[in-house]
């Protein structure tokens, strides 16, 4: 009677198995074939936005992007450029710079990683770091992170929903 029994366990488990081979895995198959173009969609702007905001703060950074110009009724237009560093900026655009530079590489690499709760803080830092030094700076460097901020909104909303996702889903296994 107990070797009946344990075939019959046997029975029913390789019907679950060959009921998720046939119903479930296909489904879940076509699911990540349907996700995987957005999937690649949400890296590439993320990667692209994290590369723009890091590479625009190291430019102003170290780059002789900012020109001064000298002209004098007796002297001819004579015009310099300079980095922020050559400048002698002050220590809330450095830190504001750095923080960029630091941030914009941080997502950058989170293309690498899973969802988590730490990328999605990452990227909204990003993006909020953006739209602030943005608008603070409007009409001097702040303008150039604007568009990184704008690309990195689709990949910070998308994280977002895959998070309700998966709290939707942990909640209805549990009940």
């Known amino acids: 009677m107990g070797r009946a029994h344990a075939t019959g366990s046997q029975s029913k488990r390789s019907q679950a198995c060959l009921m998720y081979r046939l119903v479930l895995l296909p489904r879940r198959l076509s699911n990540q074939a349907m996700t995987q173009p957005a999937h690649r969609l949400i890296h590439l702007f993320t990667f692209a936005a994290g590369l723009m905001q890091a590479l625009v703060a190291f ?12 002209h004098g009724p007796s002297m001819p ?3 310099q450029r300079h980095s922020y560093f050559e400048m002698g900026g002050t220590a809330t655009g450095y830190l ?3 923080f960029m530079l630091i941030f914009g590489g941080l997502a950058g690499i989170t293309t690498r990683f899973e969802m988590t709760a730490w990328i999605c803080l990452i990227r909204w830092l990003l993006v909020v770091a953006s739209f602030v030094f943005g608008i603070l700076g409007f009409s001097t ?5 604007l568009p990184g901020g704008f690309l990195m909104l689709y990949p910070a909303i998308s994280c977002v929903k895959s998070l309700d996702g998966a709290q939707h889903v942990s909640k209805s296994t549990n009940e």
């Open 141 to 145: 460097i702040g303008f150039a992170f």
């Open 59 to 70: 430019s102003l950074l170290f780059l002789p992007v900012f020109t001064e110009c000298i």
């Open 96 to 98: 504001t710079l750095i």
């Open 77 to 79: 237009l004579s015009c």
